[in-house]
């Protein structure tokens, strides 16, 4: 599948293009709706960057912005790993929750390296049942590096459900993360929540 | 030229049978998923935790105090002559691996940063639009075929591969730099090595602290960073390469999250 310019998207082939791509016409998720998404996030990140709010203002808006246009549940449920299995649904919903506050400290407070810089989409592909956005992230005094982000229709909305730095993969990472809190805490998942929460 | 190659191959032959007769290798199928591969956990993490120590009462202060006291556009200046001193390794290695456009481009690199760029402290080669290239021998064994071996962590170093080692020490032994007949170039290019690392530390110490003393596992993320990133480099432009380590949205029950 060859690579999508955007400025191919912007020339109105868009359309054929996408249709083309999309083995299935009853399909929502197409190259051109996979790429919208992502511009919109782009777009609203860059935004918050720019607005000059303060720290935790900051984190507020990142916290809204992943429950927007992330699928929340599949990487709440990842990161837990098999240690989901033995979760009750109180304490998946807990997790949740404790997750998404935790995943956009931690996210959030990396962009604010990005003040000064820009993310810039430079193609969409699709891969198995889903489509892969790749962009290119500009930050000061140092060379682009790769930023891909896998979105997916599975809930019905077109979401993103993972992230790649450079071939780093953000569902992996925090399955670790969490994985070695669990250990920390000798399994204990109520404990974990409530640690996750004061974690910044 | 002849010389650096010839010592190359030997002692490549030499350190690597030593290596792959007295260690366990990683399946073709497990390393296909991705998988990790550290039969030498135990030692790796006696290492990781000896380099926290060495990095937090030298490496991030000395790196910290490096980057508030100097400039950044004298730490950016040191960086280019770092990098302008690994350019002859890398032409080398990108001949060894075939790549003739990347060994051109480093040597465009390194002639130009070099003569109008002050001795490698600017980099003109950038604003003349001559990519970046950035090799080691570990990817050269990489594209003769050797696999990625054993995780390991080496002191003062950090993360990287049993396969890798065997590049690093290679580089550092094959510098046409300490070729050269006047001795008190003699490793300039390590020392030079240091300084840009310590820029880097200093320069993204809030991320580097994050995982180093904020995750429950630092050794544990410290691996994972590492070798998703190196595989990704490896990679390069053979997307297909990654297929397998992507993860499936509808593998997983996600009911009640």
Redesign the interface.
């Known amino acids: 599948m060859p690579i999508l310019t955007r400025r191919l998207f912007s020339t109105g082939l868009c359309g054929v293009v996408a249709a083309a791509a999309a083995p299935t016409p009853l399909l929502a998720l197409t190259e051109a709706s996979a790429e919208k998404l992502i511009d919109a996030l782009v777009a609203d990140i860059n935004k918050v960057i720019a607005s000059g709010k303060s720290e935790s203002g900051m984190y507020k808006e990142f916290e809204r912005i992943f429950a927007r246009y992330s699928?929340?549940?599949?990487i709440?449920?990842?990161a837990?790993g098999v240690d989901?299995r033995r979760?009750s649904?109180a304490q998946?919903?807990a997790?949740?929750k404790a997750f998404q506050g935790y995943i956009s400290r931690?996210y959030g407070?990396?962009f604010?390296?990005f003040i000064g810089g820009k993310l810039e989409v430079t193609g969409v592909?699709k891969?198995?049942?889903?489509y892969e956005v790749s962009t290119l992230a500009y930050l000061r005094?140092q060379?682009p590096f790769e930023v891909t982000f896998?979105v997916?229709d599975?809930t019905g909305k077109d979401l993103f459900?993972?992230m790649?730095i450079?071939?780093?993969?953000l569902?992996?990472?925090e399955r670790?993360?969490i994985g070695?809190?669990l250990?920390?805490r000798k399994g204990n998942i109520d404990q974990m929540i409530a640690d996750l929460k004061k974690?910044s | 030229m002849k010389l650096i190659f010839q010592f190359r191959f030997l002692f490549v032959s030499l350190v690597l049978t030593a290596f792959l007769s007295s260690c366990g290798t990683q399946s073709a199928e497990s390393l296909a998923r991705g998988e990790i591969f550290d039969p030498y956990e135990n030692t790796n993490r006696a290492m990781h935790k000896f380099n926290l120590g060495v990095d937090k009462v030298l490496f991030r202060p000395a790196s910290k105090g490096y980057v508030t006291i100097v400039p950044p556009p004298m730490v950016d200046s040191f960086n280019y002559f770092a990098e302008n001193l690994s350019m002859p390794g890398m032409i080398v290695d990108s001949i060894l691996q075939g790549d003739i456009k990347q060994a051109g481009n480093a040597t465009a690199r390194f002639l130009l940063n070099s003569t109008i760029g002050f001795a490698g402290l600017a980099d003109p080669a950038t604003e003349f639009g001559v990519p970046a290239v950035d090799t080691d021998f570990g990817e050269t064994l990489h594209h003769w075929g050797f696999s990625e071996g054993a995780y390991v962590e080496l002191p003062l170093y950090g993360p990287t591969t049993t396969r890798d080692a065997v590049g690093i020490i290679v580089n550092i032994f094959t510098n046409p730099i300490d070729f050269a007949p006047t001795r008190p170039v003699d490793n300039l290019g390590v020392w030079a090595e240091i300084v840009h690392r310590m820029g880097d530390r200093g320069r993204y110490s809030d991320t580097v602290d994050s995982i180093l003393y904020e995750s429950a596992d630092s050794y544990a993320q410290a691996r994972l960073l590492f070798l998703q990133n190196r595989r990704f480099e490896l990679a390069g432009d053979d997307q297909d390469a990654n297929l397998e380590l992507y993860t499936d949205p509808y593998a997983i029950d996600t009911e009640g999250f």
């Not at chain 1, 699928?71 to 599949?74: A, F, H, I, R, V």
């Open positions: 699928d929340t549940s599949y709440a449920a990842y837990m989901a979760a649904s998946k919903k997790f949740s931690k407070k990396r604010r390296e592909r891969v198995k049942s889903w005094g060379a896998h997916s599975r459900f993972n790649y450079e071939g780093v993969n569902l992996l990472t670790t993360e070695a809190m250990d920390r974690l």
